[in-house]
């Protein structure tokens, strides 16, 4: 339903003439959209009330507004865009539901994803605070999933988990498995795939993306010896929290009390496998329990001169920086037990490029925020950032489209 008070009005003045998206566009540069969308052969060869550049926009903007309809959204956008055009041509004619329905559609999910793939990326400086570890930059690892609408195409694409025996759950599930820098939290690598295919699945394709420089953090449901081998083969540095079947076999004991030791696969596979030294840390968090929680950590930083037992449990901490990310994605982003929208396959991988887009272009907002004020990223609120984004796509003239 449109927003109370909305009437489409009259005009030959076309939505494409007019629309932005505040923040995201200052992110997304429009020359960067147009760009994309050429390169996913997906610009227009007549003239369209919705081009492709628009409707990439609009992908984004749905993240911003996950209980708007098609409608409201639309003229938000179209509501901000002063900046555009200062002659009084009168206002935008609004397309139907349907029409944009048929425009997401001839979009695709590929140009919002390729967008995500070209400008996510680590905004940490040197001396930004909680982002680095002995001159390595801490990123982490992790997965989340998101129902999406229950329609048979989904049902059969992304599957449903089990509730209880015999029972699935009310919708079908997407799931996300991402890679976020901590001390930022800006998530700028992911992969999206059916809640059929486990994380560890999906992430192989993630860790072979690692550079030399970074410190991947994961728990110890990434842990195991072929994710390993790919994610340590990249040049990157590991901390993972190790599972409690695997022993590596002792090789020596370090003077600071963590030991080096050698990880091999299990089974027939060990035997021919090339081992991986790894330090081990053995640690327990006194949480005021009768039981203390004991933590065992493989890293390939096999020096305690360059990172103690101390400082890497404290670094392992930073892990949990992925799942707030996730959290003000789902919580406050998308909303508490929100469904996805779309009920085709294509649009719902196209939805959650664009949460992720958007997500990008708010914690982007908030690091320039803190960098310019000298403070912690943390000192900033999500939640008022995100009011901003939502507030900019209706005063879009306080951000141009377009990067300093």
Known sequence: MPRAGWVKPESSRRLSDVVSVGVVTKVFPAVLVDEVIAECGRRE?????????????????????????????????????????????????????????????????????????????????????????????????DGMT??????????????????????QSAFPQARVVAIAECGTRAMFDAVVGPYTIGENTLAVDLVERLEPGMLLLADRGFCGYPLWDKAQATGADLLWRAKS???????????????????????????HAEPHRVRVIDYSIDDGRTNDTTYRLFTTILDPDDATAVDLA?????????????????????????????????????????????????????????????????????????????????????FPPSRP
């Not at 609408?149 to 025996?165: L, Y």
Request: glycine residues 8%; contains cysteine; negative net charge.
């Open 245 to 271: 079947n695997m022993t590596p076999r002792h090789v020596e004991t370090l003077d600071d009390g963590t030991w080096i030791g050698e990880l091999r696969p299990g089974g027939n596979a060990g035997r």
């Open 314 to 398: 404290a670094a392992y901490a930073q892990r949990w920086e992925i799942e707030t990310a996730f959290d003000e994605l789902k919580t406050h982003q998308r909303g508490p037990k929100i469904v996805l929208r779309s009920k085709l396959v294509d649009l719902v991988y196209q939805e959650i490029w664009g949460y992720l887009c958007c997500h990008y272009a708010i914690r982007t907002l908030m690091f320039e925020a803190a960098d310019h004020a000298h403070v912690d990223t943390d000192r900033v609120s999500f939640v008022a950032a995100l009011r901003f984004a939502r507030r900019s796509i209706s005063q879009a003239r306080d």
């Open 146 to 167: 998101l129902d999406v609408a229950d329609s048979e195409v989904n049902a059969a694409h992304f599957g449903r988990p089990g509730v209880n025996k015999g029972e």
């Open 45 to 141: 060869q007549r003239h369209r009330s919705l081009p492709a550049q628009t409707m990439a926009y609009f992908a984004i903007g749905l993240a911003l507004h996950a209980d708007g309809s098609y409608e409201d959204v639309l003229g938000l956008m179209a509501d901000g865009l002063a900046w555009a055009d200062t002659d009084d041509v009168g206002p935008v004619r609004l397309p139907s539901k349907s029409a944009i329905s048929q425009a997401r559609e001839r979009l695709g999910s590929e140009p919002v994803q390729v967008l995500f793939e070209r400008v996510a990326e680590p905004l940490a400086g040197p001396e930004t605070p909680g982002c680095w570890l002995a001159g390595r930059r801490m990123v982490a690892i």
